[in-house]
């Protein structure tokens, strides 16, 4: 297609254009994860990017997690399925490969199935987490483990942002 670049065999971090993050509370591995709580947070890609693999940073290592993308409808796209949780430090976690597109609202999803695993994160509540939900930016979903196809964006307590990048 004329108009459109070569895919790109690795994500450029500075690709994602991230929505609003307002009143950021705490920042840090100190935030306790609910089981099986999907945090969603809503990104595009600058142009077309292959992914591989989601990032991710651990700060306790305990249980499983499952990441993966979702699409503004709540369709997933790709996910790890469930896998361990590794040592702290950055995590690489492969995903069923799949190319984003550019000027596409996805979600990147993060879910853990346990209560003492940690990982960075920013955590915020009141006006900055209501701020962000109103937005867009951030959602939270109680449901099943491993994440569930489809997933309805939906919104409840405990809006964290956690760092997770593409790769």
Same mark, same amino acid.
């Given at each position: 297609m004329s108009g459109i670049g070569p895919i790109s065999e690795t994500p450029d971090p500075l690709d994602l254009l991230p929505g609003p993050s307002t009143n950021v509370l705490a920042f840090g591995v100190t935030v306790t994860p609910v089981v099986n709580r999907v945090h969603l947070t809503a990104f595009q890609?600058?142009? !077309?990017?292959?992914?591989?693999?989601?990032?991710?940073?651990?700060?306790?290592? +305990?249980?499983?997690?499952?990441? $993966?993308?979702?699409?503004?409808?709540?369709?997933?796209?790709?996910? +790890?399925? +469930?896998?361990?949780? $590794?040592? !702290?430090?950055?995590? #690489?976690? !492969?995903?069923?490969?799949?190319?984003?597109? !550019? $000027?596409?609202?996805?979600?990147?999803?993060?879910?853990?199935?346990?209560?003492?695993?940690?990982?960075?994160?920013?955590? +915020? #509540?009141?006006?900055g987490a209501g701020l962000m939900v109103y937005h867009g930016f951030c959602y939270t979903v109680d449901t099943t483990f491993p994440l569930p196809t489809p997933l309805t964006l939906s919104t409840s307590s405990g809006i964290v942002y956690y760092l997770m990048t593409l790769a």
């Open positions: 890609v600058a142009r !077309p990017t292959a992914v591989a693999n989601i990032r991710i940073s651990v700060g306790t290592q +305990s249980g499983n997690i499952a990441v $993966g993308i979702y699409s503004a409808t709540g369709v997933q796209l790709t996910t +790890s399925g +469930s896998v361990a949780v $590794g040592v !702290p430090g950055t995590q #690489t976690v !492969p995903v069923t490969p799949i190319t984003l597109l !550019p $000027g596409v609202k996805y979600f990147m999803a993060m879910q853990i199935d346990n209560t003492t695993a940690r990982f960075v994160g920013v955590a +915020s #509540t009141g006006s």
